[in-house]
């Protein structure tokens, strides 16, 4: 999605690459300029061609649901078709208009993935990142149907979330927090998770950004500004990645989508393997629509439709938010009462003229009216809250081309009581990463002493896309990000909980500048603090990506700065994603934790962790290094040629992404994928394994296609139960992580150990209880290139059970195929 920033950027279109205003920047930074090869340039376009587009059917539930929406397109004549599959401007940031004489009463399409943004009286929830940290699928689903609900009590159909693209190949990608971990399997469990919490709410969900949408950088073309609305300077950025790589990693969390029957699919900015994500008929006809068996429908990006009939014919079924794809020329007149489209007006004269086929717009809008039916959305859903246009900057109304029938009440209050339950994620997604001299949980300290601009409130009001120096981070930037009514400030809920301990003084400095450039002994009274806090912070937005992995506004110095002189210095991150943490084994460093974007609730959050109200049992969705010169894979921040192709990104290291990197390369690291300290300890002990049936077989059986493929995929073949003791003084949850190696007959390039498997467990002391995973098939299983089958590799797999991707408590060798 664009949203707020098409609009910033309209006028702009020759700002291309990086955005430089505001934060600060590392020392690692912005200077990979990817090889170019010329050969492999002038083969840009290289997606092999798959057509027809598949007809959905209703298979895995929906039957009834497409016939009802067979019998709807039966009604329609061809105008009327062409605008059902095409957005308008309205209150939403994505609007399908009404057709009253059916009862229709539209489509209101909403970001995004951690609120309904543009909306008043909505709640901020943790972002992707935090659910991912939490490993927790109930928090996931609960998450998911809080959010849900406050969609359906706005009238929002659409909810534009959840994200599993970009995933996190790089650390550097902006959007990485709207996502949850850059692991497949994790990744693939909050996309399952969210998308049935959202739509056992009554909201339809959307998997975005499909796919290889792994940087934002030249994410969308450059047109010429004095040429028309196609004129191009430079395409957009064209992810290229194998076959392989693409289903066991990028694919994997899409097909848990499509198994959670998601209404709908987003596709993206990028293009792959130099397609245009809307107009690649591999992507979108092939993997999506056959092999995965997706009945919903794929809408565009915002912008990203770049072309009409062909991307249809691809397998694109919706345009949003309608218009030509150009910033700034989105909403230009054309036809009176209608937007000049790729879509809209030109489906019609193509159906007419016989250049495209109407049942294929007949299949476009069944796709978007099964789950409309399936959901019940026929059935008193609420009306669109009016305020909605007064807020929709995107498209106000002075940019409307139809009457929009704003009925009911206006400014509706859908927040309920979440603000309990977004403290409790904020908690859970806090990361624990280390803990000594006994610093952590707080004992009541009577002086405290906070440092850092990420303490305090905000300085630039509430709704925030630019990068600010002063106030707590809760959410990124973009349309990602949501409208706070209201935010708990570390200081403020520290300042409350001290109170209540009788504590004698909460000394705060909040300029990081002043704290770094200061001996911080000048600035303390006499009597020595007990704690010293600091609270640094980590921006991250679409449209950008990061040029640090270090924590913004000079943090580093800050840290220094307290430690050399506070022998007690805990450390708190409000951050993206990825840190590099130089100052960890600062001996005055006595805890740090990763508490991510937690939402509106983050100073509650944070204080029931300190204060050891919550044991922490936030586990990292991705591996810190020891520098961020370590990391492999960046974006492609330049070029140097000015062909029109010529962004391209090389997936080249296929599957070794984060901890498959490291491990493959034996690098150490810092704190790896997986890792998090509790307030107790935990002990795994008697691992087993069992096969499920008799004589499982390499390849699996071939079942007729549902949502999420071949079902054969989906079915478990073997379980392993391990036993999770709590041996240390405190009640915690344990998240025991079960990670696979492949044998040695899997093809080159299998990562040693991968994760397939995870739980979160109470545990109170002394308890012991077993813990059973399922692996499914295609959790033992490669992507076979030649047999394009999922296929288990005969010999030793190595299982392996543990509090994270390096402390594997028990490990155990089985055979799958036939050595039981
Ligand atoms: C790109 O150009 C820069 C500056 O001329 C040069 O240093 C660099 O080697 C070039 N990179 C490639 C991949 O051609
Ligand atoms: C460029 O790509 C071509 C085609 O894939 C390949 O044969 C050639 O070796 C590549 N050249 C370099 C310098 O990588
Ligand atoms: C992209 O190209 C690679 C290399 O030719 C191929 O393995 C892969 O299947 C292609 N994927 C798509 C979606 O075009
Ligand atoms: C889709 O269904 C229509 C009939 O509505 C049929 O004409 C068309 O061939 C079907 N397309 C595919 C790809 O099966
Ligand atoms: C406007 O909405 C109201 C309430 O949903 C409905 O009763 C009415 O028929 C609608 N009018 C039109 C013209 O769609
Ligand atoms: C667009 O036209 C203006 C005025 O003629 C010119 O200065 C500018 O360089 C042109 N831009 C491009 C990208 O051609
Ligand atoms: C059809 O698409 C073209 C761009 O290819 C655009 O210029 C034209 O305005 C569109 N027509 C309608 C009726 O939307
Ligand atoms: C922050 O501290 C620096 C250094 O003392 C000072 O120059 C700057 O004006 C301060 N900023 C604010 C907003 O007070
Ligand atoms: C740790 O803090 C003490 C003050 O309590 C200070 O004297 C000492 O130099 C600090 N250590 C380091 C390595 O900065
Ligand atoms: C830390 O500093 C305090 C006061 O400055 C002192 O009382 C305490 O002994 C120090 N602790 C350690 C472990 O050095
Ligand atoms: C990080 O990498 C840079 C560049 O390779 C190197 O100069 C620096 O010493 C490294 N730092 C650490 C802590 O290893
Ligand atoms: C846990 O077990 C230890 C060792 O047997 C025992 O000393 C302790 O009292 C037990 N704690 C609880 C809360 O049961």
Same mark, same amino acid.
């Given at each position: 999605?664009?949203?707020?920033?098409?609009?910033?950027?309209?006028?702009?279109?020759?700002?291309?690459?990086?955005?430089?205003?505001?934060?600060?920047?590392?020392?690692?930074?912005?200077?990979?300029?990817?090889?170019?090869?010329?050969?492999?340039?002038?083969?840009?376009?290289?997606?092999?061609?798959?057509?027809?587009?598949?007809?959905?059917?209703?298979?895995?539930?929906?039957?009834?649901?497409?016939?009802?929406?067979?019998?709807?397109?039966?009604?329609?004549?061809?105008?009327?078709?062409?605008?059902?599959?095409?957005?308008?401007?309205?209150?939403?940031?994505?609007?399908?208009?009404?057709?009253?004489?059916?009862?229709?009463?539209?489509?209101?399409?909403?970001?995004?993935?951690?609120?309904?943004?543009?909306?008043?009286?909505?709640?901020?929830?943790?972002?992707?990142?935090?659910?991912?940290?939490?490993?927790?699928?109930?928090?996931?689903?609960?998450?998911?149907?809080?959010?849900?609900?406050?969609?359906?009590?706005?009238?929002?159909?659409?909810?534009?979330?959840?994200?599993?693209?970009?995933?996190?190949?790089?650390?550097?990608?902006?959007?990485?927090?709207?996502?949850?971990?850059?692991?497949?399997?994790?990744?693939?469990?909050?996309?399952?998770?969210?998308?049935?919490?959202?739509?056992?709410?009554?909201?339809?969900?959307?998997?975005?950004?499909?796919?290889?949408?792994?940087?934002?950088?030249?994410?969308?073309?450059?047109?010429?500004?004095?040429?028309?609305?196609?004129?191009?300077?430079?395409?957009?950025?064209?992810?290229?990645?194998?076959?392989?790589?693409?289903?066991?990693?990028?694919?994997?969390?899409?097909?848990?989508?499509?198994?959670?029957?998601?209404?709908?699919?987003?596709?993206?900015?990028?293009?792959?393997?130099?397609?245009?994500?809307?107009?690649?008929?591999?992507?979108?006809?092939?993997?999506?629509?056959?092999?995965?068996?997706?009945?919903?429908?794929?809408?565009?990006?915002?912008?990203?439709?770049?072309?009409?009939?062909?991307?249809?014919?691809?397998?694109?079924?919706?345009?949003?938010?309608?218009?030509?794809?150009?910033?700034?020329?989105?909403? !230009? &007149?054309?036809?009176? +009462?209608?937007?000049?489209?790729?879509?809209?007006?030109?489906? =019609? #004269? %193509?159906?007419?003229? @016989? $250049?495209?086929?109407?049942?294929?717009?007949?299949?476009?809008?069944?796709?978007?009216?099964?789950?409309?039916?399936?959901?019940?959305?026929?059935?008193?859903?609420?009306?669109?809250?009016?305020?909605?246009?007064?807020?929709?900057?995107?498209?106000?109304?002075?940019?409307?081309?139809?009457?929009?029938?704003?009925?009911?009440?206006?400014?509706?209050?859908?927040?309920?009581?979440?603000?309990?339950?977004?403290?409790?994620?904020?908690?859970?997604?806090?990361?624990?990463?280390?803990?000594?001299?006994?610093?952590?949980?707080?004992?009541?300290?009577?002086?405290?002493?906070?440092?850092?601009?990420?303490? !305090? &409130?905000?300085?630039? +009001?509430?709704?925030?896309?630019?990068?600010?120096?002063?106030? =707590? #981070? %809760?959410?990124?930037? @973009? $349309?990602?990000?949501?409208?706070?009514?209201?935010?708990?400030?570390?200081?403020?809920?520290?300042?409350?909980?001290?109170?209540?301990?009788?504590?004698?003084?909460?000394?705060?400095?909040?300029?990081?500048?002043?704290?770094?450039?200061?001996?911080?002994?000048?600035?303390?009274?006499?009597?020595?603090?007990?704690?010293?806090?600091?609270?640094?912070?980590?921006?991250?937005?679409?449209?950008?990506?990061?040029?640090?992995?270090?924590?913004?506004?000079?943090?580093?110095?800050?840290?220094?700065?307290?430690?050399?002189?506070?022998?007690?210095?805990?450390?708190?991150?409000?951050?993206?994603?990825?840190?590099?943490?130089?100052?960890?084994?600062?001996?005055?460093?006595?805890?740090?934790?990763?508490?991510?974007?937690?939402?509106?609730?983050?100073?509650?959050?944070?204080?029931?962790?300190?204060?050891?109200?919550?044991?922490?049992?936030?586990?990292?969705?991705?591996?810190?290094?020891?520098?961020?010169?370590?990391?492999?894979?960046?974006?492609?921040?330049?070029?140097?040629?000015?062909?029109?192709?010529?962004?391209?990104?090389?997936?080249?290291?296929?599957?070794?992404?984060?901890?498959?990197?490291?491990?493959?390369?034996?690098?150490?690291?810092?704190?790896?994928?997986?890792?998090?300290?509790?307030?107790?300890?935990?002990?795994?002990?008697?691992?087993?394994?069992?096969?499920?049936?008799?004589?499982?077989?390499?390849?699996?059986?071939?079942?007729?296609?549902?949502?999420?493929?071949?079902?054969?995929?989906?079915?478990?073949?073997?379980?392993?139960?391990?036993?999770?003791?709590?041996?240390?003084?405190?009640?915690?949850?344990?998240?025991?992580?079960?990670?696979?190696?492949?044998?040695?007959?899997?093809?080159?390039?299998?990562?040693?150990?991968?994760?397939?498997?995870?739980?979160?467990?109470?545990?109170?002391?002394?308890?012991?209880?077993?813990?059973?995973?399922?692996?499914?098939?295609?959790?033992?299983?490669?992507?076979?290139?030649?047999?394009?089958?999922?296929?288990?590799?005969?010999?030793?797999?190595?299982?392996?059970?543990?509090?994270?991707?390096?402390?594997?408590?028990?490990?155990?060798?089985?055979?799958?195929?036939?050595?039981?």
């Amino acid at each position: 999605m664009a949203t707020l920033l098409s609009v910033l950027l309209a006028g702009s279109a020759l700002v291309s690459a990086q955005d430089f205003s505001g934060g600060s920047r590392g020392e690692d930074a912005f200077s990979w300029v990817q090889p170019v090869n010329t050969t492999i340039l002038t083969e840009h376009g290289s997606s092999p061609a798959v057509y027809p587009s598949p007809n959905a059917t209703g298979a895995g539930g929906w039957e009834e649901a497409l016939q009802k929406a067979k019998e709807f397109v039966a009604q329609l004549t061809v105008d009327e078709k062409s605008y059902m599959v095409s957005g308008q401007p309205g209150p939403c940031v994505g609007n399908i208009a009404a057709i009253p004489r059916l009862g229709f009463p539209g489509l209101c399409l909403h970001d995004g993935p951690l609120a309904i943004r543009v909306a008043d009286y909505a709640s901020v929830f943790s972002a992707g990142v935090s659910a991912g940290a939490s490993w927790d699928k109930a928090l996931m689903y609960e998450r998911g149907h809080a959010m849900g609900q406050e969609f359906k009590g706005k009238g929002a159909h659409v909810a534009l979330q959840p994200v599993a693209g970009p995933l996190g190949r790089s650390g550097y990608a902006g959007r990485n927090w709207e996502g949850s971990a850059a692991d497949p399997y994790l990744a693939g469990v909050f996309m399952r998770e969210t998308i049935l919490g959202t739509q056992d709410a009554g909201v339809q969900a959307c998997a975005k950004h499909y796919i290889g949408n792994e940087q934002e950088t030249q994410r969308n073309p450059v047109f010429d500004p004095n040429g028309t609305d196609t004129d191009v300077i430079s395409a957009a950025i064209s992810s290229n990645l194998d076959d392989r790589t693409m289903h066991e990693l990028y694919l994997w969390p899409f097909a848990d989508a499509a198994r959670a029957k998601v209404a709908s699919f987003m596709c993206s900015y990028t293009r792959i393997n130099g397609s245009y994500g809307c107009q690649n008929s591999a992507a979108l006809n092939g993997l999506l629509k056959t092999e995965l068996g997706f009945q919903g429908y794929v809408m565009s990006d915002w912008g990203a439709t770049h072309t009409g009939v062909a991307g249809i014919e691809a397998g694109q079924d919706m345009d949003m938010p309608g218009g030509l794809g150009a910033y700034g020329t989105a909403f !230009a &007149e054309d036809v009176p +009462g209608r937007m000049p489209s790729f879509f809209g007006g030109n489906i =019609t #004269l %193509a159906v007419n003229n @016989g $250049s495209l086929a109407e049942t294929r717009v007949d299949d476009m809008i069944i796709r978007i009216m099964t789950p409309f039916y399936a959901l019940g959305q026929d059935k008193d859903f609420p009306t669109v809250d009016p305020s909605s246009a007064e807020l929709n900057t995107f498209s106000p109304v002075s940019t409307w081309k139809i009457d929009w029938n704003l009925t009911g009440e206006a400014s509706r209050d859908v927040r309920g009581d979440h603000a309990k339950l977004i403290r409790k994620h904020g908690a859970a997604g806090t990361v624990l990463l280390k803990n000594v001299n006994n610093a952590l949980p707080l004992k009541a300290p009577k002086n405290i002493a906070i440092f850092g601009n990420d303490a !305090a &409130e905000p300085t630039q +009001g509430q709704l925030n896309q630019v990068n600010y120096e002063y106030g =707590t #981070l %809760a959410a990124g930037g @973009g $349309s990602g990000t949501g409208q706070l009514t209201y935010i708990v400030t570390p200081l403020r809920a520290l300042q409350d909980r001290a109170a209540s301990d009788n504590a004698k003084i909460v000394q705060y400095w909040l300029n990081n500048t002043l704290i770094a450039d200061t001996d911080i002994d000048t600035l303390l009274i006499p009597d020595r603090p007990e704690v010293c806090i600091v609270l640094l912070k980590t921006w991250a937005e679409e449209a950008a990506d990061r040029a640090s992995l270090h924590v913004d506004w000079n943090g580093d110095a800050v840290v220094d700065s307290v430690a050399s002189k506070c022998n007690n210095t805990i450390v708190v991150t409000h951050s993206s994603g990825i840190n590099v943490l130089p100052w960890a084994d600062h001996q005055n460093v006595t805890a740090i934790l990763a508490a991510h974007y937690p939402g509106e609730e983050s100073g509650h959050s944070l204080v029931d962790i300190l204060y050891g109200d919550v044991n922490p049992s936030g586990h990292l969705p991705y591996t810190i290094a020891l520098n961020a010169t370590d990391y492999n894979a960046p974006p492609t921040t330049a070029i140097n040629t000015t062909g029109v192709y010529d962004w391209q990104s090389w997936f080249d290291e296929k599957l070794e992404i984060d901890y498959r990197y490291f491990d493959a390369h034996n690098i150490s690291v810092r704190y790896e994928f997986g890792f998090g300290l509790s307030y107790t300890c935990f002990a795994f002990s008697s691992l087993a394994a069992e096969p499920l049936a008799e004589n499982i077989s390499a390849l699996p059986e071939k079942l007729d296609v549902v949502p999420g493929g071949n079902p054969a995929l989906w079915e478990a073949v073997y379980n392993v139960s391990v036993s999770v003791s709590n041996t240390g003084p405190v009640a915690g949850h344990a998240v025991p992580q079960l990670y696979l190696g492949l044998p040695g007959s899997a093809p080159e390039g299998t990562p040693p150990r991968q994760l397939r498997g995870f739980e979160k467990v109470w545990l109170e002391v002394n308890q012991t209880r077993t813990v059973c995973f399922e692996l499914m098939r295609r959790d033992l299983s490669f992507w076979d290139v030649v047999s394009q089958e999922w296929k288990i590799p005969e010999g030793e797999f190595t299982v392996g059970v543990g509090e994270s991707s390096r402390k594997i408590g028990v490990e155990k060798m089985v055979e799958v195929l036939g050595g039981y």
